[in-house]
């Protein structure tokens, strides 16, 4: 009995397996990247430890219209991080390095020093993303602790920028040459640096804006562990293949990597340098990627059984990345709802989509023109208050000012019962310098919502400001 069971799961095991691949096939990417203005876009499929499929489509520059390719080269972003993760992993099993030593025991970092709680960030918290440190520091300003080490998750890129202080610092070595010994060359990652390479200016995938213009290409001279990776869908899920078979760990500081170090809220928890996902048979790996014209994704199922590499040259990149990932693997999207990113089919983007390109070919008249169209063909779900809220954030991120205050401006004349709708349109006025008209602004939505507490702290803020002025 027990041997007919096992021929009958491992026909199930085959079966679901030969569906997914046939799935992926079958994946019009093209019309995909169409529907959501995405520039280009490669993927690798992986299956039983193998990439079965690289998919590609569209450009690498929407001015030259130069198709992607398997070889094309992509800005990783912040798949960057695992990597780094990774080669220290590599170190501390060599015993070149402990997982709960501080960082700064092997070096100091300057750039942090002016916190002494820094000094008991460890490489473990850094794995983990509960080091205490921003994101990212404000330019041209010292960076500061946001809270004590150790104390719970907050992604950040300066804990990788201290993690890879120290692993240069105790070789004596570059971070790109470590990859090298560690990473690129073990697993034939041929197209894979931290550093600009000469051969990737004939393959490079340019980035684009989310109206598809190209922007200008940063070529990284020196490597950041936080994002400055470059490489391709196929070398990134080689990596991937090796890191979830635990190539190169001891069994103890793998089972360490894939333990859930703390919890990140909704389902997802991190752990050794990777975002978790949990399945029936262990931990799903994952990791996503997001820079100016860039954007990524990476998951691998326990065992390297399932997953894919998503790279794409467009910050429309993530608007398709639900709809790929039910294409590809099905199952829950623990990982993609965390994320929380738009989607093309949401009839909120779908409205600030339109009403974005009327007002940027025919300003606020033809973007309001526009509003009472869409009523014709859109869900009654797309004329909320969070659609044209989102439009005008995501004008003000693309220093867009004056639009922004535009649509937030018609936003609180269709909601002006929404303290937020003012709260937001306080924000705009702000950027745009017109501190007493924020003021007013922000007076406005907290004696509307008296708990609005960054209304009541932004007002202390340009009261300050005015006060000043005089």
């Known amino acids: ?123 473990r918290m850094v794995l983990a993303h509960t080091s205490g440190l921003p994101n990212f520091r404000t330019p041209g300003e010292a960076l500061s602790m946001l809270f004590e080490p150790g104390s719970f998750f907050t992604y950040s890129g300066e804990g990788f920028l201290f993690l890879q202080n120290t692993l240069e610092a105790i070789t004596f070595s570059t971070l790109e040459n470590l990859a090298r010994i560690y990473v690129f060359e073990p697993l034939n990652m041929t197209s894979s640096s931290f550093v600009w390479q000469s051969d990737f200016g004939q393959r490079i995938a340019v980035g684009h804006s989310d109206m598809g213009v190209a922007l200008d290409k940063t070529v990284p001279q020196r490597a950041n562990a936080a994002l400055s990776l470059h490489t391709t869908a196929s070398d990134y899920a080689r990596f991937m293949i090796a890191v979830q078979l635990g190539e190169g760990l001891g069994r103890d500081l793998f089972k360490e990597m894939t333990l859930a170090q703390v919890d990140a809220l909704d389902g997802v928890f991190w752990g050794l340098g990777w975002g978790l996902q949990p399945t029936m048979h262990g931990q799903s790996i994952w990791q996503w990627g997001d820079n100016a014209g860039y954007k990524s994704f990476a998951y691998l199922e326990p065992d390297a059984e399932h997953g894919f590499v998503m790279l794409s040259n467009s910050a429309n ?121 924020a003021l007013e602004l922000y007076e406005k939505s907290v004696r509307m919502n008296p708990g609005n507490q960054n209304g009541i702290d932004m007002i202390q803020v340009i009261e300050g400001q005015l006060e000043q002025q005089k």
């Not at 203005?37 to 001015?63: C, P």
């Not at 080269?73 to 390095?97: C, H, N, T, W």
């Open 1 to 123: 009995m027990m041997l007919r069971t096992n021929i009958l799961l491992a026909s199930l095991i085959l079966m679901l397996s030969s569906a997914m691949i046939s799935d992926a096939q079958t994946l019009d990417l093209e019309a995909m990247l169409s529907g959501a203005e995405i520039e280009g876009m490669s993927i690798a499929i992986v299956e039983n430890g193998e990439i079965v499929e690289t998919i590609t489509a569209g450009s690498r520059s929407s001015e030259t219209n130069a198709p992607v390719t398997p070889e094309t080269v992509f800005e990783a972003e912040s798949l960057s991080k695992p990597l780094v993760a990774y080669i220290a992993l590599r170190m501390i099993e060599d015993g070149q390095l402990d997982l709960d030593k501080p960082l700064y025991e092997y070096a100091p970092w300057p750039d942090a020093a002016s916190d002494p709680r820094s000094q008991r960030i460890t490489p």
């Open 317 to 437: 990149g993530m608007l398709i990345l639900h709809a790929l990932f039910e294409s590809i693997l099905s199952g829950p999207q623990t990982a993609v709802r965390w994320l929380n990113y738009e989607k093309v089919d949401d009839p909120q983007y779908q409205l600030g989509r339109r009403l974005h390109f009327a007002l940027l070919s025919g300003g606020i008249d033809a973007a309001k023109a526009e509003y009472e169209s869409a009523k014709a063909d859109l869900s009654e779900l797309a004329f909320q208050e969070e659609a044209l809220n989102s439009l005008g954030y995501r004008l003000l991120r693309q220093g867009l000012i004056q639009e922004a205050i535009a649509i937030l401006t018609f936003n609180s004349e269709l909601y002006p019962g929404s303290a937020n709708a003012f709260d937001s349109l306080a924000e705009s006025r702000l950027a745009a310098g017109d501190l007493e008209i």
